[in-house]
Nanobody, 127 residues
């Protein structure tokens, strides 16, 4: 399975931006759809965004708080997926996880559909 390592998290002020990166090992990265999930303290892990194997299609969580502020993209030449987050608010404070799936589902959006997970990167937004 592919190994995933997230980076780019940190402490930012409300209104700021971050770009999270997910670096994948292995030569078969282009066979994996990739997603981002997040988990806030005391809450369940929730889907944020996902991108298809070739990067042509993306899906975002339906929540109003995500749409328009999060942008997922991938660079297969670098084996990396990015999550750009703009207009950060304290409600975005969470551990952000990168995950990958090569079962053939175009863009999985449920956690159980993903087999490979990174360890996460902490995003903390101060008010």
């Amino acid at each position: 399975q592919v190994q995933l390592v997230e980076s780019g998290g940190g402490l930012v002020q409300a209104g700021g931006s971050l770009r999270l990166s997910c670096a994948a090992s292995g030569r078969t990265f282009t066979t994996y759809a990739v997603g981002w999930f997040r988990q806030a303290p005391g809450k369940e892990r929730e889907f944020v965004a996902a991108v298809s194997r070739n990067g042509a299609r993306t899906v975002y969580a339906d929540s109003v708080s995500v749409k328009g502020r999060f942008i997922i993209s991938r660079d297969n030449a670098k084996n990396t997926v990015y999550l750009q987050i703009n207009g950060l608010s304290p409600e975005d404070t969470a551990v952000y996880y990168c995950t990958a799936d090569n079962s053939g589902v175009l863009i999985p959006t449920r956690a159980y559909e993903y087999a490979s997970w990174g360890r996460g990167t902490q995003v903390t937004v101060s008010s």
